[in-house]
C-alpha cells in the first residue's frame, strides 16, 4: 500500500511539473543608436528589439501592448528621464517572436558634443514584466 501510495505521488509531481506553461521573460535586444547633426541641434535615431511578450489572440489576430520610457545619459553622467514616452499596439495575423521598439528624438544645443547613452525602459503592459536596453552614441559638433 505505501509503495502504491509513493508511486502515485511521484506520478502526480511529475504530471504536474510537465503541465505547467513555461512564462515568456520580457527581454530586450540588439540595441542600436545614432545622432546626426541638423544645425543647432542633433537627431537621434535609436532602436532595440523585444521578445518574449504576451499576446492576446483574438478573431485571428494576435495583439500586444508595450510601454517604453526612454533616458538619456549626458557625457556628465546626468540622466534625463523619460524624454520620451510611447505606448505601442502591435497587431499581426501571427504570433510574433520578437518586435523593433523606435524611436527618433532631436537634442537642441544645450546637449553639448560627447559620448552619449540611450535607455529604453519598457513594461508589457499583459503580464506587467519590465526590461531594459541601452546602446551608446555620439553627438559631433
Given at each position: 500500500?505505501?509503495?502504491?501510495?509513493?508511486v502515485?505521488f511521484?506520478f502526480?509531481?511529475?504530471?504536474?511539473?510537465?503541465?505547467?506553461k513555461?512564462?515568456?521573460?520580457l527581454?530586450?535586444f540588439?540595441?542600436?543608436?545614432?545622432?546626426y547633426?541638423?544645425?543647432?541641434?542633433?537627431?537621434?535615431?535609436?532602436t532595440?528589439?523585444?521578445?518574449?511578450?504576451?499576446?492576446?489572440?483574438?478573431?485571428?489576430?494576435?495583439?500586444?501592448?508595450l510601454?517604453?520610457?526612454?533616458d538619456?545619459?549626458?557625457p556628465?553622467?546626468?540622466?534625463?528621464?523619460?524624454?520620451?514616452?510611447?505606448?505601442?499596439?502591435?497587431?499581426?495575423?501571427?504570433?510574433?517572436?520578437d518586435?523593433p521598439?523606435?524611436?527618433?528624438l532631436?537634442?537642441?544645443?544645450?546637449?553639448?558634443?560627447?559620448?552619449y547613452k540611450i535607455?529604453f525602459?519598457i513594461k508589457d503592459?499583459?503580464?506587467?514584466q519590465?526590461a531594459?536596453s541601452?546602446?551608446d552614441f555620439?553627438?559631433?559638433?
Amino acid at each position: 500500500m505505501r509503495q502504491a501510495a509513493a508511486v502515485l505521488f511521484l506520478f502526480a509531481l511529475l504530471f504536474s511539473a510537465c503541465s505547467k506553461k513555461e512564462t515568456a521573460r520580457l527581454e530586450a535586444f540588439s540595441p542600436e543608436a545614432f545622432a546626426y547633426q541638423l544645425g543647432d541641434s542633433s537627431e537621434v535615431d535609436a532602436t532595440t528589439r523585444v521578445k518574449g511578450f504576451e499576446q492576446k489572440e483574438e478573431n485571428g489576430m494576435f495583439t500586444a501592448t508595450l510601454s517604453y520610457d526612454i533616458d538619456i545619459v549626458t557625457p556628465k553622467g546626468d540622466t534625463v528621464k523619460s524624454i520620451i514616452s510611447k505606448v505601442v499596439d502591435k497587431s499581426q495575423k501571427e504570433k510574433m517572436t520578437d518586435t523593433p521598439l523606435e524611436v527618433q528624438l532631436d537634442l537642441d544645443s544645450t546637449y553639448v558634443k560627447g559620448n552619449y547613452k540611450i535607455i529604453f525602459r519598457i513594461k508589457d503592459a499583459l503580464s506587467n514584466q519590465t526590461a531594459v536596453s541601452s546602446a551608446d552614441f555620439t553627438v559631433d559638433e
